[in-house]
């Protein structure tokens, strides 16, 4: 994840998957819709607006150095036998769901 826009892809994916629309979501948060929609869009956000958020969805950022951050799509990669980058985060959130049921 290297750009902005893939935060916000995977955000509005997991709030899809989890089966809240935003105004649902937004409840959890206390943020306003039109906060969400701007985050959600591509819009810049604030490390402690990204990490209300991703407590509220039951996930995890982490961050390694950029050295070792191939080495962790391998790992991911090996575990999820996954083939390409999409089947990586495809995978990685497949197990995300997996461990909330």
Do not use: N
């Not at 997991?14 to 935003?22: A, I, N, P, V, Y």
């Not at 937004?26 to 956000?45: A, F, H, N, V």
């Amino acid at each position: 994840m290297r750009q902005l826009s893939d935060i916000s892809r995977i955000l509005k994916e997991k709030r899809t998957e989890l089966g809240w629309s935003q105004k649902d979501f937004l409840m959890k948060i206390g943020m306003t819709q039109q906060q969400y929609q701007r985050i959600e869009s591509g819009s810049d956000i604030r490390m402690s607006t990204l990490l209300r958020i991703l407590a509220a969805m039951d996930l995890e950022y982490v961050i390694v150095p950029k050295r070792h951050a191939g080495d962790v799509e391998t790992l991911l990669q090996q575990e999820m036998g996954i083939t390409s980058k999409a089947d990586v985060l495809q995978g990685f959130e497949k197990k995300l769901k997996d461990l909330e049921d």
